[in-house]
């Protein structure tokens, strides 16, 4: 087997950087040479739209490279000494002229390791990349994208020179973004959330998420990441947007539309890790190599590492973080970031990421979009110090209080039932994210009497959890299709709904469409009520909501919950499974805002699992006729594999594809 594996790399190899061929440029040595001022490492478009200059840090720890190339089309992916880079220290690089205004320009680097190890790898900078996988999903959403080179191994980048640039709507030019404290979050994965499993069937979605009233959109990594069907938390490039979803003109006139519907657009981005496919990564990768390598460390300084982890001390690999970030902001006028797993973000030494943190805040939100969200996924043993720093800073924090809820919606009032860790400014709660468990999933299966047999009773509970954490103090999130009541598990498939299996968690899940979820009447129901709470938060009375609430009854064990904002909203439910509550109103006048704003009685008898909102002065709550609108045009189940096993090689190692999964020759899933 492994003499195989061998012959079978060797022949890929020789397409890329064998057939580059280094016997023409043998002997040749780098003209030593400053780089042009303000050139670090990357990408750098002359005003003329008509040259660029490329630049790559090429270094072990101890030693530069010998010589660098560049190799592309126009050098017709051969290497040549009118090619060969300049060297400034561990700096190579090249200034190129001439080039045809709007086109698009394919190439690697080919670097000379000081040991003599060669290798093509793409520029760190990349805003475009191309990849043998593009043939898939990537190619049906852009027919013209370029083609992959003959001479290319791995990712390639993409320029172009004289780019046409987006023309903004003055709905993103003059956005006014939601208070940091008054956000209602709605995370997504775009290809398992969409039609058509991309940007284009999620600008089709956004009629439905703007009628829910949430004021943000959180979008889970969309840099470019290994594969095309991935969570995103694999990432390789920080500059480029995963083709798999959509085209740069795509990705901005999403956050243009979610702008002109008054939502902001957090993109979650991982900072932590990456794969073997960076190019840094590549140039001195995994293995013996990688104590080498500048830009990794050989041993995660903390907890929860995957994949290569970052050092957050090296100067070069922390300007390209503060640049990703910047970038992110000023070209696609995103409105802030989650950072996923952000006491990962060290250097070489444990305890360093706040330290980072702060210095990347400073210099990308401050230095350029002030009201710019930094939300930190900030966990590991120094959490209960570090977040209060970085919330102090002007940061949030992830909070992940979602155990509360789905006891709660279980009907079990015990083991941590308590809503008080949602009930703070400067964090972000939920009941719901991509880490947990669906709170229905677990209603319906470990339910509280009649609740696993009685859909209507258990559905009936979806509204008043999402009540108790949207109407409480801080920002709070939704996970996609919470405000329906999705009852299947993070850890079934597409393909086994009803099995449980860990190996299932990021795989594409039953879609809510052909199950009729649109159509229930208690999902839309449940929709309904989640909608009209939410859109009283973020759009009837968002500054009631921006200061504290007066008072709250919301501790573990309570059958009957509330919480008062003054003399302006006062909320109360039945958290019980059997037996009524009766709730009597603070003093004043109140009205019924889920009742058509009628004016309250002084006491209400409610029912196990009944909501009640109720406002100081008549306010309206939206109704809705169709939720299902636009959700099914054209929407089919996705096909099994029904398509021809392939054989092919990804980075040195022989894999199957049967249909849209791939599989290692020993059968175990990666894709």
Known sequence: MKKIYVLIAAVVY??????????????????????????????????????????????????????????????????????????????????????????????????????????????????????????????????????????????????????????????????????????????????????????????????????????????????????????????????????????????????????????????????????????????YPYGTDLASNPWFNVNAPHSDNVYEDWNHGFAPAHEMFIRALKYWLTEYKVDGFRLDLS???????????????????????????????????HWGGNMGTERPKLISYGMQCWNNTSNAYCQTAMGWLKDGDGFGDANKDGYVSYCESHDEERMQYKAKKYGNGDLQTNTSARLGRVAENVAFNVLLNGSHMLWMWEEIGYDFSINCDLDHPNNYNESYRCNKKPRPEIRSYFTNKDRVAAFTKCAQVITLRTQLMPSVFEGNPTSQNISSGNKLRKVQWGSNVFVAANFDVTSNQTVTLPSGTWYDYLNGATLANSTYTLAPGELKVFTGTPVIAPTFVDINKRETQGFEEVQRDQAQSTKFIRDGQILIRRGDKIYTIMGTRVQ
């Not at 440029?25 to 008509?50: F, K, M, S």
């Not at 090619?83 to 000379?112: C, H, M, S």
């Not at 210095?359 to 939300?375: C, E, H, Q, R």
Request: net charge negative; proline share 6%; aromatic share 12%.
């Open 14 to 283: 020789s397409v890329g950087l064998l057939a580059a061929n280094w016997n023409p440029v043998a002997g040749l040595t780098p003209e030593e040479r400053p780089r042009p001022a303000g050139v670090t490492n990357g990408i750098y478009y002359g005003d003329d739209g008509t040259s660029v200059t490329l630049c790559t840090y090429a270094a072990s720890k101890t030693a530069s490279a010998k010589r660098v190339f560049l190799l592309g089309d126009m050098t017709n992916w051969q290497l040549s000494g009118d090619y060969q880079l300049y060297k400034d220290g561990n700096y190579f690089w090249i200034t190129l002229t001439g080039l045809t205004p709007g086109q698009e320009y394919r190439f690697q680097y080919a670097v000379e390791r000081a040991d003599g190890v060669k290798k093509q790898i793409s520029d760190l900078y990349s805003e475009k990349v191309l990849h043998p996988d593009d043939q898939y999903e990537p190619r049906t959403i852009d027919p013209n994208l370029l083609a992959y080179p003959a001479g290319g191994d791995g990712y390639v980048t993409v320029i172009q020179p004289g780019k046409p640039q987006y023309q903004w709507s003055d709905a993103t030019l003059n956005f006014q973004r939601p208070n940091k404290n008054n956000l209602v979050i709605y995370e997504l994965w775009i290809y398992d959330y969409t039609e058509g499993r991309s940007l284009k069937g999620l600008m089709k979605r956004l009629d439905y998420i703007q009628n829910l009233g949430v004021n943000a959109i959180e979008l889970m990594p969309i840099c470019e990441f290994d594969g095309n069907y991935n969570w995103g938390y694999s990432p390789n490039h920080y500059f480029a947007p995963d083709k798999a979803y959509g085209t740069e003109t795509m990705y901005k006139e999403f956050i243009d539309e979610c702008h002109k519907r008054g939502m902001a657009v957090i993109l979650d981005m991982v900072f932590n890790h990456a794969t073997g496919l960076n190019p840094m990564n590549k140039l």
């Open 343 to 377: 006491h990962g973000l060290c250097s070489d030494q444990p305890n360093t990421s706040v330290a980072n943190l702060k210095d990347y805040y400073d210099k990308s939100i401050k230095a350029v979009s002030p009201t710019a969200y930094m939300i930190c996924e």
